[in-house]
């Protein structure tokens, strides 16, 4: 089979449209496997001349040596304990191993599946992407050009795109002329019908010229057949392409098709959205970000599994497999929908079935894709036709929907008209009403997407707020509903309508969007139906997710959610380019007996799909198996996930508390999380490297218990939405010598709050009311802020990589402010025992755990989430204890501390440690000595990622 060779591969897999793939299998030790498997790369096939770019080392059990027929078939059915090794590289010099030492182990179905991915190598997917991202680029250029003589035309390709003018409208109109141009040259000679089309270069003249006329001649001859929602949009656009520019543009897209056809690879699923991510690029308010392949194989290899169809069936039937459906009500470009489709058709064909025989039955009912971006849809339907290009159908449920003032007057919400079936729910004439591939039809489509009618619901949905409070969305009134320049009554009217479908649901303005769309997916679900999605990492710990979480407490089991640590240089998301902490969250909508979950908390994003679909066989895995260690446990730590030799991150199972965060997110060490948990709800000090023997008992409370909160900072200086009194003070900053009478300590200073004790940094002038009446709210309002006035203030946004501190002590009594709110207790000398207690080890340690910890190397805690901080109960301290507490806050208070992320080599902290756990915890001396859990426990708290952000470890940078 090799050109110029006699060497035989043991099996080499070739199919159309992709690299071919060789396997060499030994039974073990199998030692010379690796070198011959490696051996194969960079050979050409003799038939086709086409290159080896990937070859599979497989490690067969011993046992299997003397089997043989039927007996060995059936045992190589049931193995699962196959060592597979995959090498990419275009000559056995330049390599590339999968995993990059040690072996992946499954069974015939996993090689069937790693067989797939290597005949995609990423190596090639990304030159593919860079070649279409250069092409598209040049091509949206000329389209600019083209816009200084031609508006008329610039207008109406917009028109066509449903978007307004402008840098994305020009390179989505290019991506879409790309992606026909490229299903042209696919289509040509092809089967049946497709034998008549010529591809482009037969379309070419006497001189080589190709004109705008042939080509559009040709699509028309295509859309008679099929393929509607990939031609008649790319149709639409180049017949307002003035025939004097259309010639350069035409031959840019013909050369451009013909670049990426030389490898064969453009029916990868991850080559269109990986280029489409690229270059969308208007984000600010739909935040239509990308989801990574590699995530999504993550997320759908836990949502749908080889034990069952979505709908409970078998996979080797197709009615079962045909009968399910799945559903993305924000599909964007399609990454998960396609994923998932790509994941219904390798099940199906490891049990026996053709899955191109399924395709007009998935394509017309069993894929539901909404969004209400245009173009978005257009790629989510091209994606999916390109499964199997060849395969006419005749009805789909990719839309796009209506968003904002229609012409009848009336208001659309996208997707999330969807909440209420009754709803009309209105769908924009572009490919089609539904992406269909025969032509425009108009579906009643809240009947045909009732409620409780999905057996998987998949999203990224956007994560948008209500209101705009960060970044480049302050000073817009309600950023949820400010895309496609609405105004702001449009944008009042959008609010209003989605207030009224949210009414009495889990949704919540704070948490926003994506709040909304996981009541949405929750009521489209079945019961026992799956729930896949990708939300903001604030959902696991944020009060305005409260509600989210009990709806998924009450509603799911089998709870699966999953974080990344990231280290400060890798991305906490899933999605590419969000800049925000991510969480993927999976449950099965049956009620759960006991409240529990498994929490999954990843080293970093999975870099190809490879990693994200092994990661997810190995949770199932463990899960099935019931072999997951738990958060009571002790602190004994995690169950790994591995990829090879490689630990990419651990596994825990954990109860769901009634209330309050779900705090297993973004944790590298959890055998910290383990004496968190110990500490905060038991009240044991059981710390790493302690026997259960050991353990110590305190009493520990909650802020809530023990002392009062002061006021949020907008009731101290704050308008009211109408503009009236809020905060009764003006605020100004501190002069060297002022001594004011109404102190505020207001704002950080990394420098300054280095010690246990420092004093207000501004003052608050008392508002003068315009009338007695409004003089007398000021007057109360005064009266009522200064009486939460306190010695202890509590550090809301503590930045673990700069600060020191976690509560502070002021000698005169102060408010609190925006980044330190106030802590009233019964004393001073309690006080000071809270503010000692908080910045010891133990103290940070559930001041961590209990934060959101949703940016790199900070922590929130609000103050709704402040009530439940648990703490030392300074209440239930003896006398002598207080004491001992308050005197070595004395002695204390002015030496100065390291930020957190150092308390390692911090010789403060661990005199704090040592003196609190000995003269007021009366902890036995192996606890706090040299070298013992205290000194382990600070050890791992400054290695943490969520705590270091991107600091460096300080000893490699000196």
């Known amino acids: 089979m090799f050109k110029g060779s006699a060497e035989r591969p043991d099996i080499l897999v070739i199919e159309e449209n992709v690299s071919p793939v060789v396997i060499e299998n030994e039974v073990m030790p199998a030692a ?75 069974s015939i179905a996993d090689l069937s599946i790693l067989t797939q991915s290597a005949s995609v190598p990423p190596a090639v997917i990304e030159a593919a992407a860079d070649q279409l991202v250069s092409g598209v680029s040049e091509a949206a250029g000329l389209i600019e050009e083209m816009a200084k003589t031609h508006l008329g035309a610039i207008h109406k390709i917009s028109q066509a795109l449903h978007q307004e003018d402008g840098e994305q409208t020009r390179r989505m109109a290019a991506t879409i002329l790309a992606n026909a141009f490229v299903f042209h040259e696919t289509l040509a000679g092809g089967p049946g019908l497709l034998a008549e089309v010529k591809s482009l270069d037969e379309l070419r003249d006497a001189s080589g010229g190709l004109t705008k006329t042939k080509v559009l001649t040709e699509w028309t001859r295509i859309l008679k057949i099929n393929y509607w929602p990939i031609f008649d949009v790319a149709r639409r656009i180049l017949e307002q392409i003035p025939t004097a520019d259309s010639k350069l543009l035409v031959e840019h897209m013909a050369t451009t098709a013909d670049r990426l056809l030389e490898n064969q690879l453009m029916h990868s699923h991850d080559l269109t959205g990986a280029v489409f991510q690229r270059l969308i690029a208007d984000r600010k308010f739909l935040a239509a970000y990308y989801t990574t392949p590699a995530s999504a194989a993550l997320l759908v290899g836990l949502a749908i599994t080889p034990d069952n169809t979505p709908n409970g ?17 924000a599909c964007g470009t399609g990454t998960l929908l396609s994923t998932a489709y790509q994941r219904v058709g390798q099940l199906h064909e490891i049990s026996g079935g053709d899955a191109e025989r399924l395709h007009a039955a998935m394509m017309g009912s069993g894929l539901v894709g909404c969004d209400v971006l245009p173009a978005a849809s257009h790629l989510t339907a091209s994606m999916l036709s390109g499964a199997h290009p060849t395969i006419t159908y005749t009805g789909s449920s990719i839309l796009t929907v209506a968003y904002g003032k229609q012409s009848d007057g009336g208001i659309a919400l996208g997707s999330l008209d969807l909440l209420d079936p009754q709803r009309k729910f209105g769908i924009i004439d572009i490919t089609a009403k539904s992406a269909e591939g025969m032509g425009e039809t108009e579906q009643e489509t809240w009947m045909s997407l009732p409620h409780a009618s999905f057996d998987t619901i998949i999203m990224n949905p956007p994560f948008t707020r209500s209101t705009g409070h960060e970044g480049k969305k302050v000073g817009v009134p309600r950023p949820m509903f400010a895309a496609f320049g609405s105004t702001e009554e449009e944008q009042r009217l959008m609010s209003q309508a989605t207030s009224k479908l949210t009414a009495g649901t889990s949704a919540h303005g704070n948490a926003g969007e994506a709040s909304i769309f996981l009541v949405l997916g929750d009521r489209k679900l079945k019961a026992d139906g799956a729930l896949a999605m990708v939300m903001p990492l604030s959902l696991m710990s944020g009060e305005a997710w409260e509600d989210s979480r009990a709806l ?104 769901l508390p009634v209330t309050g965060g779900w705090k297993l997110a973004r944790i590298a060490d959890l055998t910290l999380a383990q004496a968190a948990y110990q500490l905060a709800d038991h009240g044991k000090v059981w710390l790493p490297s302690m026997n259960k023997s050991h353990t110590e008992q305190i009493v520990v409370s909650t802020i ?66 315009k009338t007695h009446t409004e003089q007398d709210l000021v007057d109360k309002k005064v009266a009522s802020v200064w009486a939460t006035a306190s010695h202890c203030h509590f550090n809301q946004n503590f930045r673990f990589n700069s600060q020191a501190t976690a509560m502070q002590f002021t000698k005169r009594q102060t408010i609190g402010g925006r980044a330190w709110i106030s802590v009233k207790l019964a004393s001073a000398e309690q006080e000071k025992a809270l503010v000692v207690w908080a910045n010891t080890s133990l103290g940070l340690l559930l001041h961590w755990w209990h934060a959101n910890k949703q940016q790199p190397g900070r922590g929130n805690i609000g103050k709704e989430a402040l009530q439940s901080l648990p703490v030392i109960d300074v209440k239930a301290l003896t006398p002598k204890q207080l004491k001992a507490a308050a005197s070595l806050f004395d002695a204390l208070s002015s030496k100065l501390l390291l930020p957190f992320h150092e308390i390692d080599r911090d010789p403060v902290r661990a005199e704090l440690d040592e003196k609190f756990a000995r003269d007021v915890l009366g902890l036995a001396k192996p606890v706090y000595a040299a070298g013992g859990p205290l000194e382990l426990l600070r050890m791992k708290l400054a290695h943490e990622p969520s705590i270091r952000g991107s600091k460096e470890d300080k000893e490699d940078s000196d």
Not at 641 to 651: A, L, P, T, Y
């Open 704 to 769: 809530g218990n023990i002392g009062e909160i002061g006021p949020y900072h907008s009731d101290i200086e704050g308008k009211t939405a109408k503009g009236g009194i809020r905060g009764p003070f003006a605020r100004e900053q501190l002069k060297p010598k002022d001594v004011p009478t109404y102190p505020i300590l207001w704002a950080h200073d990394a420098e300054r709050e280095r010690s246990l004790s420092f004093e207000a940094d501004s003052q608050g002038l008392p508002l003068k009311g």
């Open 552 to 655: 998924l407490a009450k509603n799911y089991s089998g709870l699966v959610l999953i974080s990344v640590v990231g280290d400060g240089s890798t991305d906490i998301s899933f999605s590419a380019d969000t800049g925000m902490g991510e969480c993927l969250v999976i449950g099965r909508k049956t009620a759960a007996k006991d409240k529990r979950a498994t929490f999954v908390v990843l080293n970093e994003r999975p870099a190809y799909p490879m990693v994200g679909f092994y990661a997810a066989r190995q949770i199932r895995q463990m899960i099935a198996d019931k072999s997951l260690k738990k958060l009571e446990d002790g602190p004994i730590g995690g169950s790994p996930i591995r990829f090879g030799d490689d630990v990419i991150g651990q596994v825990i199972e954990a109860p």
């Open 32 to 106: 010379t496997v690796e070198p011959e498997a490696i051996s194969r790369l960079g050979k050409q096939i003799r038939t086709t001349g086409r290159r080896i770019l990937s070859s599979i080392a497989i490690r067969t059990p011993l046992r299997l040596r003397n089997k043989s027929g039927a007996s060995l078939r059936s045992d190589l059915r049931a193995a699962g304990d196959l060592d597979m090794a995959l090498y990419t590289g275009t000559s056995p010099t330049v390599v590339t191993r999968w995993p990059s030492t040690g072996w992946l182990q499954g």
């Open 313 to 329: 069936g078998s996979w080797s039937k197709a009615i079962d497999v045909t009968d399910s459906r799945v559903a993305d009500f």
